[in-house]
């Protein structure tokens, strides 16, 4: 898992709480990613990071919102969760932008009722 | 956006047996890339290929980068038990400001 840990593993959560999903990397590596995975649309990109307080949107960033103080640490939160962001978050690693492939953390399965 | 189009979505087939999987696009990637995924669990990185042409093993894997740089292959040859999955394709572009495009996978089962 090349040194990335994701939590919570699991949350259940109601519509319109907010919820906060982080990522702890080991690896010192530069970029940092969070995608979301869902049947019949595979993996998509809702914000990445190229630094510490370095950030920039996805190809499905709205509800999002991303912080990142410190390089080991990249987190993701939802200000108001909807039922439409069930889904598994998975986050993401990289040393570089180009030509640099990804290492995955375990995922968090988030369920919004 | 840019597409990968991976195929087929899934394949049931016989210890034993080899396995083809491939994805194409209408769009020119520099990176392609293969990855594993089991339940419960993240992607996992497979194979990276970074050149036309290119052909890369890794054990029973073996991977392609197309000519064309459009589309690439994965064969995995003599399928055991533990190759239950779902592959992914990923293709990496400057067009998409060098961001991953994933195909929608290919889930494998084997029979023992």
């Known amino acids: 898992d090349a040194g990335i840990t994701q939590s919570p593993r699991h949350k259940v959560t109601e519509t319109g709480t907010p919820v906060t999903l982080r990522c702890h990397q080991t690896e010192n590596h530069r970029y940092m990613y969070w995608y979301r995975q869902d049947p019949g649309h595979g993996l998509r990109l809702i914000h990445y990071s190229y630094g510490v307080k370095d950030t920039d949107k996805g190809e499905v960033s709205d509800g999002y919102s991303v912080s990142r103080s410190k390089t080991e640490d990249f987190l993701l939160t939802l200000e108001s969760a909807t039922s439409s962001q069930t889904s598994v978050y998975f986050c993401a690693i990289s040393e570089d932008l180009a030509g640099s492939p990804l290492h995955f953390g375990n995922g968090t399965r988030l369920t919004v009722t | 956006g840019q597409q990968l189009n991976q195929s087929p979505q899934s394949m049931f087939i016989q210890e034993g047996e080899d396995v083809s999987m491939n994805c194409t696009s209408s769009s020119i990637f520099n990176t392609w890339l293969w990855y594993k995924q089991e339940p419960g669990e993240g992607p996992v990185l497979l194979i990276a290929?970074?050149?036309?042409?290119e052909l890369t093993s890794n054990g029973r894997l073996t991977a392609q980068f197309g000519i064309t740089r459009k589309d690439s292959f994965l064969n995995i040859s003599a399928s055991i038990p533990s190759d239950v999955g779902i592959y992914f394709c990923?293709?990496?572009?400057?067009?998409?400001?060098?961001?991953?495009?994933f195909g929608g996978g290919t889930r494998l089962m084997v029979k023992p």
């Open positions: 290929l970074y050149k036309a042409g």
């Open positions: 990923a293709g990496q572009s400057s067009n998409a400001g060098n961001m991953l495009t």
